[in-house]
């Protein structure tokens, strides 16, 4: 009998060690991720402005199966589809300006995944042409190799 009770205490103080709660686990600094989202956003937003192929592919996860949503067209599936997209995009418009408005991040508790929304007012030239639209965002990002990366993002213009 003794002997069974010794033996079950040893169990317990082996399983002790690997039962941790959450208050017990590594706080996440909400506050830095938001800002290193943040980060990531605005230099998305500088490389679409500069026309910056590789900064734009720096911000960008390298999944070959993401499937992204423009303001216009079909789906953008894949990595590579994305890059055609976008090199398409710079050979049409010029002076491309993205004024960046109500932006808001949150932050998974584990602090591996993020998602944001924001309003973007677009502004650019297509030859004689000037846009100027107003876009709704919705990014999905995931740390990458201790990176935050775009994963996801869902572009619209407002109906009406």
Known sequence: MLLRYFAMLLAISLLLPGCENEDEQAAVDTAAEKEAVGDVL???????????????????????????????????????????????????????????????IHISPSGDLAWATSLWQFHATAGADTMNLPVRCTWVLQRQDGQWKIVHFHKSLPAG
Not at 59 to 79: C, K, L, S, T
């Open 42 to 104: 605005v230099a998305y937003i500088s490389s679409v402005e500069n026309e910056n192929m590789a900064d734009y592919a720096k911000n960008i996860g390298h999944d070959p199966e993401m499937v992204n949503f423009g303001a216009f067209g079909e789906p953008i599936r894949g990595r590579d589809d994305l890059e055609i997209v976008m090199t398409n995009q710079n050979e049409m418009l010029d002076n491309i300006q993205i004024a960046e408005n109500d932006p808001r």
